[in-house]
Nanobody, 122 residues
Framework: VQLQASGGGLVQPGGSLRLSCAAS????????MGWYRQAPGKQRELVAA???????NYADFVKGRFTISRDNAKSTVYLQMNSLNTEDTAVYYC?????????????????WGQGTQVTVSS
């Protein structure tokens, strides 16, 4: 399975970006999907997550500004980021808990996307 993230870029403070992450491969189902971020010199941290049923969880530092959603038919998770500030600058990674179909059966696979750079600067 693969996760392909897109949508990062350079934006001014107060601006918005929308990240997308699509899963592909022999997918049976996808449980929780989420976004993490890692700023230079810092550990990777959870930004937001969403279960297959649509229950969401947000880090305190993005509540009210970011919205996570998913399209199960497209195996895609989105992150709408509004009111961005310089502290949101980081590489954003998507993550998914995937049940993958193999020749011998199914296996649960935690997958990571390649990361997309978000830079907030004037």
């Amino acid at each position: 399975v693969q996760l392909q993230a897109s949508g990062g870029g350079l934006v001014q403070p107060g601006g918005s970006l929308r990240l997308s992450c699509a899963a592909s491969g022999s997918i049976v189902s996808i449980n929780t999907m989420g976004w993490y971020r890692q700023a230079p010199g810092k550990q990777r941290e959870l930004v937001a997550a969403i279960t297959i049923g649509g229950t969401t969880n947000y880090a305190d530092f993005v509540k009210g500004r970011f919205t996570i959603s998913r399209d199960n038919a497209k195996s895609t998770v989105y992150l709408q980021m509004n009111s961005l500030n310089t502290e949101d600058t980081a590489v954003y990674y998507c993550n998914a808990d995937i049940v993958e179909r193999l020749r011998i059966g199914t296996v649960r696979t935690p997958a990571w996307g390649q990361g997309t750079q978000v830079t907030v600067s004037s």
